[in-house]
C-alpha cells in the first residue's frame, strides 16, 4: 500500500474517532509522521461538521 491510501485511511480513522467522541490524543501516529497530519486533519473535520468544539 502507498502513502496515498495510508493517508486515507489515516485521515478516515481521525474522522471516525471524533465522532466517537474519543479524545485527540487518541492518534496513533507519531507526531514526526505526516499520517498524524491527515489523522488530526479528518478529526478536526469532522469535529467541525458536528459543530463540537476541538479543545
Same mark, same amino acid.
Given at each position: 500500500?502507498?502513502?496515498?491510501? +495510508?493517508?486515507?485511511? /489515516?485521515?478516515? #480513522?481521525?474522522?471516525d #474517532?471524533?465522532? /466517537?467522541?474519543?479524545?485527540?490524543?487518541?492518534?496513533?501516529?507519531?507526531? +514526526? %509522521? !505526516? !499520517?498524524?497530519? $491527515?489523522?488530526?486533519?479528518?478529526? $478536526? /473535520?469532522?469535529? %467541525? !461538521? %458536528?459543530?463540537?468544539?476541538?479543545?
Open positions: 500500500m502507498g502513502f496515498r491510501e +495510508d493517508a486515507v485511511r /489515516a485521515y478516515q #480513522a481521525g474522522r #474517532a471524533a465522532r /466517537a467522541d474519543r479524545p485527540v490524543t487518541d492518534c496513533p501516529h507519531p507526531a +514526526d %509522521s !505526516l !499520517l498524524q497530519l $491527515a489523522w488530526v486533519r479528518g478529526y $478536526a /473535520a469532522a469535529r %467541525s !461538521l %458536528s459543530g463540537k468544539a476541538t479543545d
